[in-house]
């Protein structure tokens, strides 16, 4: 082991990496920060990936060194040496007796010699052949079992004193010491009484501020209802980080196992699972090169996965970013191409076990895009949600905007004709169209293989490979190419955003049509419709057969169907809802509606073309879709409503649609701003000045010696930032991460800043809100300037309506903005020992966004060296406060 270390430049590195491979964490990163993105070597996560799978690791040389137990490096020049133990730590697992993730190692191994994974030839003496044959992924996976439908909840009043008493047992303190929390636990109870009249369910509006203790207060009266009704709780989430962290808190709340089932379920949507079919046919050959390795990676990690979940759970979100390319995305199924019972992996299948799961379970934990999903089209009535508490509740008008909207694009349109029609060009794989997915289907049955052929026929009219040069070159093939084409141009020559020279997206709202676009959209309709009405056919048809089956329809073949019906269903929806966007072109606007035509472009290349159709009001379909069959849903979050005004949040809970008044509660910070944070308007950066923006960056960062969590409203001005300030923070032993610049997906970006107190985070808007980093690591939350509303269409559209309420527009964006400001600001103080100072680069910060701020947080307007000198004061006197003995105060 080599323990001398010298200081090499970039060239040098590159250089020596080129001709040895050498011993790294995350190649990928490693690259990037060299600017040379072919290199390689031995990278330790890899060999991390096939000796511990599904083990969390923080991807740093602090985080593997914890992870093996072994010292972390106390300076830059330990980290070589550290790398070379953590290789020999790792690479001596192998040879212990109580390796926990032996089986099946030798198997994958021998695959990864043939495709000469640099490290099989390390592994090969150090695994021995297991003596008898070992078992594989798919035999090794347990098998789920059918389950008898459960009863319908009991009708249940829950009281105070016993939610109180539930309370106490989860947090472990007296029921006395936290007066909030329990009141907050009493009003979410409310949502759990019986309900009283049909389409009337009890809807209870709960702002907690940080630190009341919102989850342990929701899931006293939701476990306890779950217990004596016998129902289910959906809890729902807008962040994969929350869903964690509710996973880890119910255990609390609920027993392991109850009656041999977990009572506790993580649900999210099937692409996120992975698909096992496509991992088989990934490890016969399906993928190629590199891909290939992570396909055996994959594999070792599914066989000790606790759910199968690829994105966001036990799978290493760094996992995927290795090897540089969408193979993750391919193994899951992303476009629902499921065989259900055809396939042989269905009675292992995760995306199976945790649909039934959820059925049987008693808290699910869901996100807001999964629990709308399942109140418009789940698959049976267990399925649906009817007590929900949606946590980060603020989200909910945004998700249901997303679900509840129409998009006409080249890329959903020749996702539909694939789904369809199948594999066309020499494509690899399993992908099978409609008519071999139902091939029994077709040859017992004459009209649904009539049904079958006609929609294959239809589909030919969609967009086809290489569709987007086609529209680009002006030269379209078919009716649905015709219509892209002619609203690329169109969007082309209306729009104005200012987009056009810096790479945006570019949009034009749907109006003053000329004769040949409703031509074009005309034709297009047509042959959506021509597809439509066979497939309505199939799906009657298959309904007829589960019905009244022949002999020959089977638990297995029954289940398949009902799966094809389901899909079929969706499908049929999505294009109603295309023809609809079509069939008012040209006519009068529609007043619940928002159109636009738009071209997506990322740095200046275009991606997707396309129609869009949002809902003015989003909470409208919500109410219907998820309200209305509801027994009681909460919606909680710190930042529900705005300042005291309960206006726009009762607006935007969708309870005014169903004539119903929520129940509202809110709850203040227990902790004490006044002491613990600072707000600092940092008044002399001009607006548009790059270099004087990162070098005010760069100051902060470096006064507070890390620790900072910068928020964004622009990429391109995160990267220009990021690239003026990294290379000389990182010198100064203050590393700096960014979304979008680090091949590192987000997820692990937080792990790494948290893990390290001299780390800083650049991000947009998912940091805003997505991070819960209590402690001393952020310590210094910095705003590029006020978070003002992307003037796009839609919200122009709302701003509008707004105004018509009497509200004004710009009412509607400092609404938008101080709910910013506030999940921005609530990043800094997770904790009562917390300290931390928010920082506002804005040379003209409104004094009406101010109330965004918790009350007696102290707000001073100043320079930039002010604020300096105010951020390395705090930090000194926090450091010298760690070092003053105890008892001094
Ligand atoms: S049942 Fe469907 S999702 Fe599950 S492994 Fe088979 S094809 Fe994939």
Redo the contacts with the bound molecule.
Sequence with gaps: MADSTRGVGKGEAIVAAADTPLLMINAPLVASRLGYPDLSGLDLLELYAFIHPARFVVPTPKGLAHALGLDEPVADDKVPLLLQEAAEALLATCERTDWAEREGAWTALQSLVRMRWPWSTLLTPRIKKPEKAERWLFARLPEWEEAPERPQPAQVTLSDQAIATRLAELTGAGAETRPTQREYARETGRTFAPRGALRQPHVVLAQAGTGTGKTFGYLAPASLWAEQSGGTVWVSTFTKALQRQLRRESRRAFPAERNGKPPVVVRKG?EN?L????LEDALQGGFGGRAAILAQLVARWAAYSQDGDMIGGDLPGWLGTLFRKRGIAALT?QRG????AG?P??RK????RASRASAQAELVIANHALVMVNAARGRDPAQRPTRIVFDEGHHVFEAADSTFSSALTGAETIELRRWVIGPEAKSRGRRRGLSARLADVTSYDEEGGRAVEQARHAAEALPSEGWLARIVEGTPLGPIEDLLSAARALTYARDESGGQDAGYALETEVAQLDGAFIEVAGRAQEALESLRKPLVRLGLRLEALIEDGPDWLDGPARARIEGARGAIGWRTDLLAGWIALLARLGGPGDPDFVDWLSVERSDGREWDVGLHRHYLDPMKPFAETVLAPAHGVMMTSATLRDGDDWDSAVQRSGAPHLDLAPRLFAADSPFDYANQAEVLIVTDVAKGDIPGLAAAYGRLIEASGGGALGLFTAIRRLRAVYGRIADRLARGGLPLFAQHVDPIDTGTLVDIFRDDPRASLLGTDALRDGVDVPGHSLRLVIMEQVPWPKPSILHRARRLANHGKGGGGQAYDDRIIRARLAQAFGRLIRSADDKGHFVVLSSAFPSRLLSAFPPGTPIRRVTLDAALQSVAASVSGAEAAAKRPEGIS
Excluded: A, K, T
């Design positions: 099937r699972y698909c096992l079919l496509n199924d191409e499921c065989v259900y396939c992996h269905y299948c995760f995306i199976e």
